[in-house]
């Protein structure tokens, strides 16, 4: 176990949920957003449950942060996420004004930071590469049983 309040204590959650969305078919990414120590959102992807292309774990926490919050931005908060968000949800990310943003992995194919601009709101601070091994794992093991 990790420490409270640590940033791999939060990404474990965040691992959490992306194995149960690998459970439930879905590409084993999850979320957690914490605000002041608190944890106001926890997703996954839910592209194949609910037939939708963009719900992608990082649109569903920001959408159940900015509720809980009644905010639309989220300068106060930091996401936790097991994948690099694609371009599309840093995108969702910079028009949220994250305060941070903590990924385990990268995405090699399609991560935000092989677009050659910034994406992300400039304040953002980013930290990469937490419990990255585990979450690599996760995806290597998702991918290979359902090459299988």
């Known amino acids: 176990m ?6 791999e204590y939060y990404m474990q959650l965040a691992l959490y949920k992306a194995e149960a969305a690998g459970k439930a078919g879905e590409i084993p990414v999850g979320a957690v957003v914490v605000c002041q120590h608190r944890i106001i959102a ?13 719900a992608h774990a990082e ?31 840093a995108g969702a990310l910079y028009w949220a004004q994250l305060g941070r943003i ?8 399609r991560g935000y930071s092989l677009v050659n601009q910034p994406l992300l709101h400039p304040k953002t ?4 590469g937490v419990l ?3 979450v690599v794992q996760l995806l290597k093991n998702f991918f290979l049983k359902l090459r299988t």
Do not use: H, W
């Open 2 to 7: 990790y420490p409270l309040f640590s940033d």
């Open 42 to 54: 926890k997703t996954c992807n839910q592209t194949e449950q609910l037939t939708d292309v963009t």
């Open 59 to 89: 649109i569903l926490a920001i959408t159940a942060a900015a509720s809980y919050l009644g905010s639309k931005y989220l300068k106060d908060c930091t996401l936790y996420v097991t994948l690099e968000p694609c371009v599309m949800c």
């Open 102 to 109: 903590v990924y385990g992995a990268s995405d090699e194919k």
């Open 125 to 128: 601070v980013i930290r990469k």
């Open 132 to 134: 990255e091994n585990e």
